[in-house]
């Protein structure tokens, strides 16, 4: 008879980031995902830029540089 510390140290590791990992029907999670869909064009419009960019480069959280090179790669500019 196996203790429940054996019987944890048995199940297979699954590394979620993976790519092709198994996600049991678990849709992606998105920081912005609530609140892109009642916001006006551009604020949808920067919310897909920053989880495109934080899929390009597998970041959960991107720092305020990273916002800067998001939002200025949409053109916009001080």
Known sequence: MQTAIEQQNSRTFVDRRAQGAPRDGVPERRQFTASVT?????????????????????????TFDELYNVISGLGYHK
Do not use: G, T
Request: hydrophobic content about 45%; proline content about 4%.
């Open 38 to 62: 009642n916001a006006n064009p551009a604020i949808a419009e920067l919310a897909e830029a920053v989880d495109q960019y934080k899929l390009r480069h597998h970041r959960r959280f991107i």
